[in-house]
Nanobody, 125 residues
Framework: QVQLVESGGGLVQAGGSLRLSCAAS????????MGWFRQTPGKEREFVAA????????YYADSVKGRFTISRDNAKNTVYLQMNNLKPEDTAVYSC??????????????????WGQGTQVTVSS
């Protein structure tokens, strides 16, 4: 298992950018696909983006495709989410997670059972 700590959230105006980071502990970081999810009050947590263990494959929700970029640096045990052209509807708590259940797809919340504490992203109009 890994422990995850997110950073980089904050308040930004619509059209602006933020980069989220997720630092992981543990020696097996590169063996996990990593995902970013977000949640707003009263709504279920939703998939945002994921990256395979070696960073060769990426996956995005349609709502962020073309605006967000997920990447990872396995030498630093860190996964990133670059968010450009932010919109008010991107406002949420963003959490990173490690995909520990390989029998589930990377876009499936069920695939992840190791989560960070989350970081708040607020986009003002």
């Amino acid at each position: 298992q890994v422990q995850l700590v997110e950073s980089g959230g904050g308040l930004v105006q619509a059209g602006g950018s933020l980069r989220l980071s997720c630092a992981a502990s543990g020696r097996t970081f590169s063996s996990y696909a990593m995902g970013w999810f977000r949640q707003t009050p009263g709504k279920e947590r939703e998939f945002v983006a994921a990256v395979s263990g070696l960073g060769l494959s990426t996956y995005y929700a349609d709502s962020v495709k073309g605006r967000f970029t997920i990447s990872r640096d396995n030498a630093k045990n860190t996964v990133y989410l670059q968010m450009n052209n932010l919109k008010p509807e991107d406002t949420a708590v963003y959490s990173c997670a490690a995909r520990t259940k390989r029998e589930y797809e990377v876009v499936d919340l069920t695939a992840y059972d190791c989560w960070g504490q989350g970081t708040q992203v607020t986009v003002s109009s």
